[in-house]
Nanobody, 125 residues
Framework: VQLQASGGGLVQAGGSLRLSCAAS????????MGWFRQPPGKEREFVAA????????YYADSVEGRFTISRDNAKNTVYLQMNSLSTEDTAVYYC???????????????????WGQGTLVTVSS
């Protein structure tokens, strides 16, 4: 599975960005795709995830209500719409994928086998 992330950039606080992650290659009958981010000098952390078959979504508390994860089945693409961005959202954002994950594993970066290259989001004050 190859993942290609895009959409990062520089945005002012309060603004919005939409990230995309296109998946190609082997696909699973039902898989989980997630977004993680790594702020400068910090560990990679969970942002959001979606279970492909039923579209169930999961969010980190820090982004709940501001970010929305969605998918386009026809394009094998997952999106992360980010609104009301703050400087604390500055990070490299990575998309990740795996076969279906149990609920307790969805927020665990070590549970994902496939990763995109990362896209930088910089939020200025």
């Amino acid at each position: 599975v190859q993942l290609q992330a895009s959409g990062g950039g520089l945005v002012q606080a309060g603004g919005s960005l939409r990230l995309s992650c296109a998946a190609s290659g082997r696909t699973f009958g039902d898989y989980t795709m997630g977004w993680f981010r790594q702020p400068p000098g910090k560990e990679r952390e969970f942002v959001a995830a979606i279970r492909w078959r039923f579209g169930s979504t999961y969010y980190a508390d820090s982004v709940e209500g501001r970010f929305t994860i969605s998918r386009d089945n026809a394009k094998n693409t997952v999106y992360l719409q980010m609104n009301s961005l703050s400087t604390e959202d500055t990070a490299v954002y990575y998309c990740a994928a795996n076969g279906r994950l149990i609920l307790s594993a969805i927020r665990n970066k070590d549970a994902y086998s496939y990763w995109g290259q990362g896209t930088l989001v910089t939020v200025s004050s």
